[in-house]
């Protein structure tokens, strides 16, 4: 669904009422997830984020506002900000605090996990980021203004990123979809259609959400295995 001028602002007005009656919460960062042992894949576990384009930026925080990063992630060039945001959809149940990363792109890009979907009552496509194309629309609550995106909003698939070395190792291509096996958790599990995505600057990494790592038990530094 799209949202029009009145009913956005009507939902705003009620998100703002609320985020000023509650505490303002700490921004934490994201932890960097450890070195796996050779022949395993570490583990990092993405939680809801948003990444911003520099108009989309500049409206929510004000013209000429630059991000601030606080920490390196795992991936070589990309950060945690220190700048959160406030996300809504249609059952004006907000989530407060949704780390922005960095750099900046193109196009402004939501992710979250299905639990979060439930929350906010949108309905993301399972997507690669940056394929936004017909995915969910969600607003976003900044200090200075406000966004809404007709489409953006994805829950991330599950992905390994790795340098063309490691894509040797594996004998795997880019692109390609492949099953991993996770024995490091409270409950064992295989999953299948897991993206492999290669790059030279990319470090070996297993991307999966919150909501994929609870269902096992498994955090950062965790390990998984391919399947042969």
Same mark, same amino acid.
């Given at each position: 669904m799209e949202y029009n001028a009145a009913t956005v602002s009507e939902m705003v007005k009620r998100v703002l009422a609320e985020l000023e009656k509650a505490p303002t919460a700490q921004p934490k960062s994201e932890p960097v997830s450890a070195t796996a042992p050779a022949g395993e894949i570490p583990v990092g576990i993405s939680n809801r984020h948003i990444h911003l384009s520099k108009a989309d930026l500049e409206t929510l925080f004000g013209a000429g506002y630059e991000l601030t990063p606080i920490k390196e992630l795992s991936q070589p060039g990309q950060y945690a900000c220190k700048e959160t945001l406030t996300l809504l959809g249609p059952s004006m149940r907000a989530i407060e605090n949704v780390r922005v990363l960095g750099p900046l792109r193109k196009t402004s890009q939501v992710e979250i996990s299905k639990t979060d979907s439930f929350t906010l009552k949108v309905k993301p496509p399972v997507r690669e980021s940056g394929k936004i194309e017909g995915s969910a629309? %969600? &607003? &976003? $609550?900044g200090p200075k203004g406000i966004v809404s995106l007709k489409e953006g909003c994805i829950?991330?698939?599950r992905h390994i990123h790795m340098s063309p070395d490691d894509a040797a190792k594996f004998n795997v291509t880019d692109g390609q979809y492949i099953d991993v096996d996770v024995n490091s958790g409270t409950r064992r599990t295989r999953w299948f259609d897991v993206q492999i995505r290669v790059h030279p600057q990319f470090r070996l990494e297993?991307? %999966?959400d919150t909501d994929d790592a609870n269902a096992v038990g498994i955090g950062n530094g965790s *390990? %998984? *295995? $391919?399947v042969k």
């Open positions: 629309p %969600v &607003i &976003i $609550v829950i991330a698939n297993m991307h %999966v *390990t %998984v *295995t $391919v």
